[in-house]
């Protein structure tokens, strides 16, 4: 509920990709070339232009000539460059159209751009062709567009200037803009800001001398405390992405306006203290620890992403204490470890870990020692929660009999049989699969004890996490050939980077696959990935959704009506009465209210009715026992 507390000021706003995203000229050489043999030629030729007049490198009526003589463009290229520009007015513009109806008259548009098409689109805007100052084509007899009215001071070199001193308005004025000429109006002292506007182009000359930079039009709204669309400006949301998740990730944060920042590979405790202030949203996979320490150094964290299924390197409970919602893949990768697994089953059964190094050394080793089939075997998985049961389905379509153990009730698939204890899986398997979750309580769970009830020959696969077996238990247990053969995915301490020795004693010993934790590594599950959980993640942001958060109460809330009250709060009694008593005595009308709790926390999402004073909002953050507050309009 954003007030205006003092009149606007005058606003001077470029067109070309500070209005709209795109160069009027560059998109009319788009259009007008679209059967010329060279027009990717000539279409580069002209942005280049574009681009040296507006970082100041070339003077700019030069570059406006040369830009028209290579143009070709005809008058009946203007309405369909029109309807183009339409379509491309810049993001956070078109949010806040409103904002341009509600303050006609205190905004200009000006442009060295051609009236011809900027009027047409700032119309939609409610800006009135007496606020566009811009400059104005030339044709010939033909339609031809010849050049521009060189009567008219946009078309001169400091022409924005001269236009502004014209204008001779009373009162301040701020200047937004991505260009070195719309900077030149605040040098010349005819502004009173210059606002840099990045959310299209950034020019590093133009940035600089900016009083500051603005990523959007929300953010301009938000410093000068001006109503917005949005509650807040989507470009102060920062996010940090370890880990290398696919590309897909940044690229659907930075379309919805957030600032992205990725390091490759991990980062450990101290780095990421270090690195984790200022952060909104923290995106790891399975390497990064995100610690008591590294929350308390978190002091913009809003949620967590975890590229991955496993949350066991997350203090979850932690996190849910601060208010910071977790969200991670569960099924996007699943597909991926079943594949690896049954695979290293089959390699494993047929001794290939031995004999594909002999094969490279020139060494033909042909023999049936050893090696089997796996059909009609026994394969025990241990843990038969998306990942097992997937395998339980796959492996019985290759002809494996399935035992499963499960701490928890599970529907058993197809054939499968469920043991009563994990003492009776390994007894019976002859391959043995852990698909269990990484909780501390099942470290170690595979140790020496439990490879010695295990059939002699049988194999043994890890591809859950490296705290669940005992290492040197497993290597003895292949050094003395008691297992058959083992294939690990996931080890106690893996390489931050790729760059970092990878040690282990289960090292060259006899028909042992390792990999380098690659269960979930493959293109189709890291793209399901990226796109999962960003959509998570923002739709958290963007309406309070908490659906398939891994640590916050679940809602999913139905679509929101007027503005969104969103509270997190320790879950002791009373929190909800003091919300409640608080809207009604502001006379506050409520018109939805959805409230969950866990053991440690209450989540609370009061949909109202958009006429409140402002002060309830104050008095809602101050309502005692809140984690989190705020409100989404
Ligand atoms: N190698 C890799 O790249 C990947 C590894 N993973 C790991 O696989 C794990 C399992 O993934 P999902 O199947 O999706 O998880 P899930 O949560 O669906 O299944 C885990 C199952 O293990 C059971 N469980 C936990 N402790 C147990 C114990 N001590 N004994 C028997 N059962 C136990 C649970 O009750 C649950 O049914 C993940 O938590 C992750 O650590 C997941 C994806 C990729
Ligand atoms: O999904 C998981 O839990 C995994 O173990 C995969 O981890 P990663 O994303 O490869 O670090």
Not at 179 to 194: I, V, W
Not at 437 to 446: P, S, V
Not at 619 to 632: C, D, G, Q, S
Request: include cysteine; charge should be negative.
């Amino acid at each position: 509920m954003s007030s205006v507390t003092q009149p606007l000021p005058y606003l001077i706003i470029d067109f070309d990709s500070t209005f709209t995203q795109v160069e009027g000229l560059d998109e009319l050489a788009d259009i007008a070339l679209q059967h010329h043999p060279e027009r990717e030629k000539i279409v580069g030729q002209i942005r280049a232009l574009t681009d040296r007049g507006m970082s100041g490198e070339l003077n700019f009526s030069e570059s406006l000539k040369q830009r028209l003589a290579l143009l070709e463009a005809r008058r009946e290229h203007l309405p369909l460059l029109v309807a183009q520009l339409k379509t491309k007015v810049s993001d956070s513009i078109v949010r806040n159209r409103s904002f341009f109806e509600r303050f006609r008259g205190r905004i200009y548009i000006v442009s060295s751009g051609f009236r011809e098409f900027i009027e047409p689109v700032v119309a939609d805007f409610d800006i009135a062709p007496e606020f566009v100052l811009a400059n104005t084509f030339t044709y010939d007899a033909g339609g031809q567009i010849t050049g521009f009215d060189p009567d008219n001071v946009l078309s001169r070199d400091g022409g924005k200037i001269e236009q502004l001193r014209q204008l001779d308005l009373a009162g301040d004025v701020y200047v937004l803009g991505d260009g070195y000429t719309d900077y030149q109006m605040r040098e010349a002292g005819l502004a009173n800001r210059f606002y840099a506007f990045t959310e299209n182009v950034a020019r590093a000359a133009v940035v600089a001398q900016a009083d500051e930079v603005i990523p959007s039009f929300d953010e301009f709204l938000y410093q000068n405390k001006l109503p917005m669309t949005l509650s807040y400006p989507k470009n102060r949301i920062s996010v940090l992405l370890l880990e290398n998740p696919d590309a897909r990730a940044a690229e659907l944060f930075r379309q919805e306006g957030y600032q992205v920042e990725s390091v490759p590979g991990g980062l450990d405790e101290d780095e990421l203290v270090e690195r984790i202030a200022g952060v909104s949203i923290l995106g790891i996979r399975s390497k990064t620890q995100v610690t008591p320490r590294v929350l308390e150094a978190a002091n913009r964290l809003i949620a967590v992403g975890a590229f991955c299924i496993g949350t066991n390197q997350i203090d979850l409970v932690g996190c849910m204490k601060k208010g910071v919602a977790v969200f991670n893949a569960p099924f996007s990768n699943t597909r991926s470890v079943v594949e690896l697994a049954l695979g290293e089953i089959i390699v494993l059964a047929r001794r290939i870990p031995d004999k594909n190094p002999k094969m490279h050394q020139g060494e033909w080793d042909k023999s049936a020692r050893g090696s089997f089939e796996i059909r009609g075997k026994k394969l025990g998985i241990v843990g038969y929660g998306n990942i097992g049961s997937q395998l339980s389905v796959v492996a019985e379509a290759v002809g494996m009999q399935v035992l499963y153990y499960d701490i928890a009730e599970k529907l058993q698939l197809g054939n499968a049989v469920k043991c009563r204890t994990l003492q009776e899986l390994l007894q019976q398997a002859d391959v043995v699969t852990l698909h269990v979750d990484g909780r501390a309580e099942n470290k170690n769970l595979i140790g020496a004890e439990e490879f010695a009830l295990m059939k002699p020959g049988a194999i043994f696969l890890n591809l859950s996490r490296g705290h669940i077996v005992d290492i040197p238990a497993l290597a003895d247990a292949v050094r003395s050939g008691h297992l058959g053969g083992a294939s690990i995915d996931v080890f106690p301490y893996e390489p931050k980077t790729n760059h970092e020795i990878f040690e282990s004693e289960l090292r060259g010993l006899p028909n042992v696959l390792l990999t380098p934790h690659i269960g979930g590594s493959t293109a189709e599950a890291q793209r399901n990935i990226a796109e999962f959980v960003p959509e998570r993640i923002m739709g958290y942001v963007n309406t309070g959704n908490t659906q398939q958060s891994v640590n916050l109460p679940n809602i999913q809330l139905p679509v929101q009506q007027a503005h969104r009250l969103i509270h997190l709060h320790a879950n002791v009694p009373g929190v909800l009465a003091s919300i409640n008593n608080l809207l009604a005595d502001h006379q506050v009308n409520i018109l939805g209210q959805y409230l969950k709790t866990n053991e440690h926390i209450g989540y609370v999402i009061t949909d109202i009715d958009k006429e409140y004073a402002p002060e309830v909002i104050g008095a809602l953050r101050k309502v005692e026992h809140t984690i989190k507050f705020r409100v989404l309009y």
